[in-house]
């Protein structure tokens, strides 16, 4: 008696067995049974499937009274073996196709842009040469590449005089509030190194002395800064110069009480602090605790050197947020040509800025600050200085004047 063996594949059992009968007949006997993953369309999306095999009769099967003994175990083994997988060519022509597709269209998607025009690879470079943060030239050149036609591009110092109003558009000056309450009391916070020391002073002599015929204020200078060596003495000695009393306080009660004291027949309350690592988190917080002995009136004043990279200001900006200061000012403006890096990290996180101080000396070297003062020191324009004065115009004032 010939025997033949078979294997078929379907979705389902059911559609396995249906796809046997149909094909053989009553002459298949299903042996093995088992779950396979099949292919879907083009080979992509496989699921679970069965696989049944069995063998074939030549004739009709046996009565089961007559039918002769078999081992099924031997037939299994026989079955299992003659019903390993072989490679469907046509499959296999079908993958290639999808797989060459699928290069294809990965190729358009990494596709080298087109090259830039010129005139935006020049401003680019501009940018680069004064430190503008790779966000804020990012947002530059998107803002070109929408609003200039190819043939605006053309124009170059057309160009270039609306990027330095863009930059210049983006510079926030600080507006001084109405201030009636006396003493008023400003407070100047910042890391080591940023010159807060020479710029108290600059205040002080601005409003204490009666500096360009303005009429003096009845002026106190403090100092908490006691931990660094020669601190204290810098701070006596420009108050001794300028006639105005200086006090050193050590906590929280000394400087509450010396503020009572001063409440009243004094106008302004200048407070020097203490330089810290804005990653000192803790220590940052134990001087605010001390500090909130001036009451909620006080003014803070966040000062950054125009020295400093872009991304050390970012971090100085968003850790003594905690004192919530009302502006920032930028010292140190003479000691860099490139002050892109300042005017993107303010930006970036939306900062104003009150005063610009350049050199060492009192008060000379402090002026209020305005937008033009930043932009005729950019480096790589053609500034056309009249037409930014248009744009925009500042206070006949330099200094930020005492509001009654």
């Known amino acids: 008696m010939a025997e033949h063996y078979f294997t078929e594949q379907a979705y389902t059992d059911s559609d396995c067995k249906d796809k046997i009968r149909e094909k053989y007949g009553d002459r298949a006997n299903i042996l093995v049974r088992k779950t396979i993953r099949m292919k879907g369309l083009f080979g992509l999306f496989p699921r679970e499937g069965v696989e049944m095999s069995g063998v074939l009769r030549s004739e009709p099967p046996f009565r089961k009274e007559s039918r002769p003994p078999m081992d099924f175990e031997m037939e299994k083994k026989k079955i299992l073996a003659s019903v390993t997988p072989k490679p469907d060519p ?12 699928k290069e294809q269209i990965q190729s358009v ?20 040469l004064n430190d503008f943060t790779p966000n804020y030239s990012r947002n530059i050149i998107d803002r070109i590449r929408k609003e200039f036609s190819l043939t605006g591009l053309e124009d170059f110092d057309a160009l270039q005089d609306r990027v330095v109003e863009w930059i210049g558009e983006s510079i926030q000056i600080y507006k001084e509030e109405k201030n009636r309450r006396r003493p008023r009391i400003l407070t100047l916070v910042g890391p080591t190194g940023v010159g807060k020391t020479t710029t108290i002073a600059k205040l002080a002599a601005i409003y204490g002395t009666g500096f360009a015929g303005r009429p003096p204020l009845s002026v106190r200078l403090v100092t908490i800064d006691n931990y660094r060596i020669g601190g204290s003495y810098q701070i006596e000695k420009y108050g001794g110069i300028m006639e105005i009393p200086v006090s050193n306080v050590k906590n929280h009660g000394e400087l509450k009480k010396l503020i009572a004291l001063s409440a009243e027949g004094t106008d302004l309350i200048l407070i020097d602090t203490i330089g810290k690592n804005p990653r000192a988190a803790v220590e940052l917080a134990e001087m605010k605790q001390l500090l909130d002995a001036c009451g909620s009136s006080a003014e803070f004043y966040l000062a950054v050197a125009a020295t400093t990279k872009s991304s050390d200001i970012l971090e100085i900006l968003m850790q003594y947020e905690l004192f919530g200061y009302r502006s920032v000012i930028v010292t140190k403006i003479d000691e860099t040509i490139r002050l892109g890096s300042v005017i993107s990290a303010l930006a970036d996180r939306g900062k104003s800025i009150s005063f610009i101080t350049e050199g060492q000396q009192v008060p000379k070297d402090i002026q209020k600050a305005d937008v ?9 324009f053609k500034i056309n200085r009249v037409k930014i004065e248009e744009r925009f115009p500042g206070k006949k004032t330099d200094y930020i004047q005492w509001s009654e």
């Open 372 to 380: 033009v003062r930043f932009l005729i020191n950019l480096e790589g």
């Open 109 to 128: 998607n990494i596709a080298v842009p087109e090259a830039d025009h010129p005139s935006i690879i020049r401003i680019r470079e501009i940018l680069n």
């Open 90 to 101: 046509t499959l296999q022509l079908v993958l290639n196709e999808v797989r060459t597709i």
